[in-house]
């Protein structure tokens, strides 16, 4: 029986309230997704002296051991995604993320626990591609911004969401009765572990597959293949190349800005650790959530009116407006100038991650739109987490000196990243307005 006659077509409808229940589902499952993913981060410290980590272990486990295998193991996990039945592929990331997490509240030494860690990396590589497929095939081309948008700035408000959920859960397990033997941060990833259980039971028992919307009766003979990705990277290879550099190189800059940022507070502006904390998350949290929500809107206004390369075009202003804005906040000496800076760059910055995924989205077939999502995660991910930070400190140890040697880093970093990353939007954006035109809904 072909997949079209055995799922929901949520897009039909305007006022099918399904598809709203289902994105509510997804928007829930990133949630828990991020609790879990930066719990390690919020019990660094309990964790480290109870283990006997070292400080290196510890980097290794909260940064790139996580996110080098969260991003590889995207591209596999998209092809199941693309393949096959995206909500029962969603469940078993949830569960296997969530039982790693529950997991980890029992581990005894380094290697368990990276092992544990690689588990929740592997299944929340799962959740994004396939909510980006879902949402595509749930919701018009043009009523897909806003979906898009809500969905990915739950990322942006639980990077710090997870923190204060982390602090909070840890504060009561240093006083909770039910398992006094428990050591607190144990008790603290076993507690967030149990939502994502919950869920995954919700999740299965309400929700059924979406029809594909540029599906057709599926054969033997006509099953999307390993290698189906290639020939459609290939035939438009002039748009994906300059518009993955771009993507990267920003997203190195970006994370670069958001690593050290409360450090430059403090090592220009002499404030304390909390101060700095408090002062970049206060114009960060809202600045990077309103441009979540707006910019795709924007670019969905833009491609409404006949505009169909109109991603690129906030995409070209995302990048245009915040780095002479970071340049000059960085290379100057006023507070106000600085934090000002970083409104701006979270403003705008942040939604790149948005808008790139909200592109692949737009301009792929329905078996291939989980797959070129998680390239495009690939790219960020690891040009970000990897790139951004590792480069502004090398530069700041080997070609800088002094207190201002992480500024003149960034400040150098953006005055390069910033023209290649316009040139490379600029370079795809003539191609992705045709791949725009050729989609059907």
Not at 69 to 93: E, F, M
Request: some cysteine; proline content about 5%.
């Amino acid at each position: 029986m072909n997949e079209q006659s055995t799922s929901l077509i949520y897009a039909e409808s305007k006022t099918n309230l399904g598809r709203w229940y289902a994105l509510g589902c997804l928007i829930i499952f990133y949630a828990i997704s991020m609790v879990d993913r930066f719990i390690l981060s919020a019990v660094a410290q309990p964790v480290t002296q109870s283990l006997g980590l070292s400080n290196t272990q510890m980097g290794l486990l909260l940064g790139a051991g996580f996110a080098v295998l969260y991003s590889i193991a995207g591209i596999p996990v998209a092809y199941l995604i693309d393949k096959g039945n995206r909500t029962k592929v969603i469940l078993v990331g949830v569960l296997l993320w969530s039982l790693m997490t529950a997991a980890s509240a029992f581990t005894a030494d380094f290697t368990t626990l990276i092992i544990c860690r690689a588990g929740v990396a592997i299944g929340e590589a799962v959740l994004t591609p396939a909510a980006m497929s879902l949402i595509g095939d749930m919701f018009l081309r043009k009523d897909r911004a806003l979906p898009t948008s809500l969905y990915m700035a739950t990322g942006n408000v639980m990077a710090t969401g997870a923190f204060l959920i982390g602090g909070a859960v840890y504060q009561y397990a240093g006083t909770q009765q039910l398992l006094p033997s428990m050591e607190p941060w144990r008790f603290t990833l076993l507690t967030v572990s149990l939502p994502g259980l919950v869920m995954v039971l919700l999740f299965a028992l309400t929700i059924r597959e979406p029809a594909r919307v540029d599906s057709q009766p599926v054969d033997d003979n006509d099953r999307v293949s390993k290698n189906s990705l290639l020939p459609f990277l290939n035939s438009d290879k002039a748009m994906f190349i300059p518009f993955w550099v771009a993507t990267g190189m920003i997203s190195s800059l970006t994370l670069g800005v958001i690593s050290w940022a409360p450090t430059l507070l403090i090592r220009l502006h002499e404030l304390t650790a909390s101060h700095a904390s408090f002062v970049f998350g206060s114009v960060g949290l809202p600045t990077s959530v309103l441009g979540t929500l707006c910019l795709p809107w924007l670019a969905s206004r833009l491609q409404r009116k006949g505009r169909a390369d109109g991603i690129i075009l906030i995409l070209l202003i995302s990048v245009a407006i915040p780095i002479p804005a970071i340049i000059i906040g960085l290379l100057s000496n006023q507070y106000w100038l600085l934090v000002t800076a970083f409104a701006i760059c979270m403003m705008f910055l942040p939604s790149i991650s948005v808008l790139t995924c909200l592109g692949m989205q737009m301009i792929s077939p329905s078996r291939l739109r989980a797959r070129t999502v998680a390239v495009n995660l690939l790219i960020i991910n690891l040009f970000g987490y990897t790139v951004g930070p590792l480069l502004s400190g090398f530069l700041a140890d080997r070609v800088f000196t002094g207190p201002t040697a992480i500024a003149s880093a960034l400040a150098t970093m953006a005055a390069i990243i910033g023209p290649i990353a316009i040139l490379g939007f600029l370079l795809a954006r003539r191609n992705f307005g045709q791949m725009m035109s050729m989609q059907k809904d």
